[in-house]
T-cell receptor, first 115, second 112 residues
Framework: AQKITQTQPGMFVQEKEAVTLDCTYDTSDQSYGLFWYKQPSSGEMIFLIYQGSYDEQNATEGRYSLNFQKARKSANLVISASQLGDSAMYFCAMREPNAGNMLTFGGGTRLMVKP | DAGVIQSPRHEVTEMGQEVTLRCKPISGHNSLFWYRQTMMRGLELLIYFNNNVPIDDSGMPEDRFSAKMPNASFSTLKIQPSEPRDSAVYFC??????????FGSGTRLTVV
């Protein structure tokens, strides 16, 4: 079974609009961590935001916020005020201590920002 | 902080040749991960080390792949013999605490 599911292979958003990228996960651990990475066309993996399973508040980093709904096992990334430079692949990932703290990645969502 | 350093950035080799990819993790990071990224399979964990010791190599596709971490500042991923289906981007990442994983720029491998 998929540990991390990103159901949107590709998305368009108008510049300056907000966009939500979906991510659901599957784990039986009580303690885990959720990550979002951005991969622009240049190929590097850029860390965006982190949410711990015990964090009571949704994580925020500048224009990025994570809509964490623990009961639904979802960790959606919200990008506010989209910019052309936000066009990239976005990956959701999970760390499970019982799996040795490695990161398991979803299949990614390609976001395209329209001017 | 120079980040995670991978070399080479690009590698083109002929089928059957040996390929060695190199990684220098961030100083002080005690976990190191090797990932492979392809269009078909996405990002796959190949192997990871804690304190230079291999912990889980179940992602290594077959015996042609091997990885070493002789010390805290250096790791290699070797493919011998290489095959066209090994063509991918190989990422190295390091981590000190559970919350932080830093990726290198990757090595784009093409086996012809």
């Amino acid at each position: 079974a998929q540990k991390i599911t990103q159901t949107q292979p590709g998305m368009f958003v108008q510049e300056k609009e907000a966009v939500t990228l979906d991510c659901t996960y599957d784990t039986s651990d009580q303690s885990y961590g959720l990550f979002w990475y951005k991969q622009p066309s240049s190929g590097e993996m850029i860390f965006l935001i982190y949410q711990g399973s015990y964090d009571e508040q949704n994580a925020t980093e500048g224009r990025y916020s994570l809509n964490f709904q623990k009961a639904r096992k979802s960790a959606n990334l919200v990008i506010s005020a989209s910019q052309l430079g936000d066009s990239a692949m976005y990956f959701c990932a999970m760390r499970e201590p019982n799996a040795g703290n490695m990161l398991t990645f979803g299949g990614g969502t390609r976001l395209m920002v329209k001017p | 902080d120079a980040g995670v350093i991978q070399s080479p950035r690009h590698e083109v080799t002929e089928m059957g040749q040996e390929v060695t990819l190199r990684c220098k993790p961030i100083s002080g990071h005690n976990s190191l991960f090797w990932y492979r990224q392809t269009m078909m399979r996405g990002l796959e964990l190949l192997i990871y080390f804690n304190n230079n010791v291999p912990i889980d190599d179940s992602g290594m596709p077959e015996d042609r792949f091997s990885a070493k971490m002789p010390n805290a500042s250096f790791s290699t991923l070797k493919i011998q013999p290489s095959e066209p289906r090994d063509s991918a981007v190989y990422f190295c990442a390091s981590s000190r605490q559970r919350n932080g994983y830093t990726f290198g720029s990757g090595t784009r491998l093409t086996v012809v």
